[in-house]
Structures are given as C-alpha cells and as structure tokens.
Nanobody, 118 residues
C-alpha cells in the first residue's frame, strides 16, 4: 500500500511564504509525475503544479504560475511546493498526488491546510 505524506501547511499572513513537502511511504513505485492540487471551501479541486519525475520539467496551472515553484529531490523521493507572496485566496487544502509510470494509477495525500490571513 502507498501513502503520500504531506507536511508544511499552516497559518501565514498575506505576503508570507510556505513550503509544502510530500513523499511516498510504503510500497515503492515508478513515478511519472508528482504534483499538487488545492481545494478551497465550496470550490472544486484545482490543479496547481506537477513535476515530471524523470526530466525535472515543471508544469503549472493558472493557480500556480508566478508565485509558486515546484521542485523535487530524487534522493529523498520528495516533491516540494514553494509558495511565495501568499494571498488570502490561496487559502485551501493542498493535496499532493503521484502518477505511476505505466500503470495508470494515481495516489493522493491526505491534504494539508494552508490558511492565509489578511
């Protein structure tokens, strides 16, 4: 069984920064992508960013462009989301995910709350 363990969420003032981390535990798998979605109260889950694990090429959704940076540490099998200049509208539960190479499976983390106060 695979679990994605997230950390780094919390409460921050507008203009501040947070760095989220996510790493799998349990059964190993070959990673195609790892990335992040977020979901604000009453809203649909939206794509933030993903990292191509083999190439290291990032891709951002509209919510992640400009202020967020996704990165990876292959040795630690960890993906990060650096969030700068945070705004109250960034308040959401942030979910890490991992797509398995060749298998079509997607794993999700439990979510980590990010709250940005004005």
């Amino acid at each position: 069984q695979v679990q994605l363990v997230e950390s780094g969420g919390g409460l921050v003032q507008a203009g501040g920064s947070l760095r989220l981390s996510c790493a799998p535990s349990g059964r190993t798998f070959s990673t195609l992508y790892m990335g992040w979605f977020r979901q604000a109260p009453g809203e649909e889950r939206e794509f933030v960013a993903r990292m191509s694990w083999s190439s290291g090429i990032p891709y951002y959704g509209d919510s992640g462009k400009g202020r967020f940076t996704i990165s990876r540490d292959i040795a630690k099998n960890t993906v990060y989301l650096q969030m700068n200049s945070l705004k109250p509208e960034d308040t959401a539960v942030y979910y890490c995910y991992a797509d398995v190479r060749g298998g079509g499976s997607r794993y999700w983390g439990q979510g980590t709350q990010v709250t940005v106060s004005s």
